[in-house]
């Protein structure tokens, strides 16, 4: 993992980092999403894109909001041990990504496009709620003018046809609702394709495929490359699953953004199970996840160089490059030159 803190210099913010590695193989999982074009030609560059709101955004600029105090600061303590110090880290994260998920919205916030479909969506569910309890006073007046009309017996003629009046005017009334919910849901659903038309429009063809990447944190090994054609909209139980496979038993920690897809009831329940603990970086440090986002940044160089059509010519080129990526010398280990596998054998051995 690594982590970096800053410091304020006479106005300017000065970034120091501090990186710090697990020190077992299987102690630290570190994994993020990836996102290329289902079809793609040699050569071609393949964009920066983000998909953990649910929506791709294509070349999104880094989020703002430096904060001069984080959780990882922790790790700039050289003689604290690498356990403690992440066990304080994960605390520290997650205590901070429960209180964002209990305020009213939403703990990342889209593109423009994207915020208005989230508003309107707001919108349309109070509306439904209003109208709901607009149901049941219907109802409970239906009840009520039964109950009356068996009394009706006891009252004179004009007070039963006044009655019966104040009763035309509430159907005539509800019709009126029903007729303005009609024009309400027609209006709404045109909306809808017409946003949906803008989206395609804006969008082009373009259909995008998923990869998660899982790398151990000690060794830098790649774990595997799981393939999701549904691109953003890869559910947390898809990816669940594949963790299932892959995830080391000694594991004690797995290092994530923050998207969506990881912030779910499913990777909290395979925490639990695994008895592994679930950290999500901090906001706008993706530094502390830095070596999921080097991976990445190596797999799209890579592929830039390949072309496929769809998954099916994806999926062996990825089988190509895992063994490729193991066995190639690495700069950032604490044995320099070595590769991931032979760091990895190293440490087993001491």
């Known amino acids: 993992m690594v982590l970096g803190y800053g410091r304020r210099e006479r106005g300017r913010k000065k970034a120091s980092t501090v990186a710090r590695s697990a020190e077992q193989p299987g102690q630290a999982v570190n994994v993020d999403l990836c996102f290329v074009p289902e079809e793609h030609l040699a050569a071609e560059a393949l964009p920066a894109v983000s998909g953990s709101s649910g929506r791709l955004v294509v070349g999104r600029g880094k989020g703002a909001g430096e904060e001069a105090h984080w959780p990882g600061q922790v790790f700039a303590d050289a003689e604290r041990d690498y356990e403690s110090a992440m066990a304080q880290y994960a605390q520290a994260a997650q205590a901070r990504l429960l209180h964002r998920q209990g305020e009213r919205e939403p703990i990342l916030v889209p593109a423009k496009p994207w915020r208005e479909e989230r508003e309107g969506q707001v919108a349309r569910y109070r509306l439904r709620q209003q ?18 009309r068996q009394s009706d017996g006891a009252l004179s003629s004009a007070e039963r046809e006044q009655h019966r ?54 060794t830098r090994q790649c774990l595997g490359l799981p393939l999701f054609l549904t691109a953003a909209r890869v559910t947390s139980r898809e990816i669940g ?11 004690h920690y797995l290092i994530s953004d923050q998207g969506m897809q990881f912030r779910s009831q499913t990777i909290a329940q395979l925490a639990e199970e695994r008895r592994f603990v679930h950290v999500p970086i901090y906001r706008h440090r993706p530094e502390s996840n ?43 280990l604490a044995i320099p030159g070595l590769s991931p596998n032979e760091f990895a054998k190293r440490v087993w051995l001491m």
């Open 165 to 218: 009046e104040a009763w035309r005017q509430r159907r005539a009334e509800r019709r009126t609702v029903l007729l303005t919910r009609q024009q309400e849901d027609q209006l709404w659903h045109k909306h809808n394709r017409q946003r949906q038309a803008e989206v395609t429009a804006t969008e082009g063809n373009q259909r995008w495929i998923a990869i998660l990447a899982v790398v151990d944190n000690c």
């Open 290 to 332: 830095g070596i999921a986002e080097r991976f990445v940044l190596t797999l799209k160089n890579w592929l830039c160089t390949r072309s496929w059509q769809g998954g099916d010519s994806l999926s062996p080129l990825l089988a190509e490059f895992l063994p490729e990526y193991n066995e190639r010398p690495h700069q950032g």
């Open 241 to 251: 699953e594949s963790l299932r496979l892959l995830l080391p038993a000694t594991l």
């Open 131 to 148: 109208r709901k309890q607009e149901d049941i006073a219907w109802q409970a007046a239906k009840v009520a003018r039964r109950q009356e």
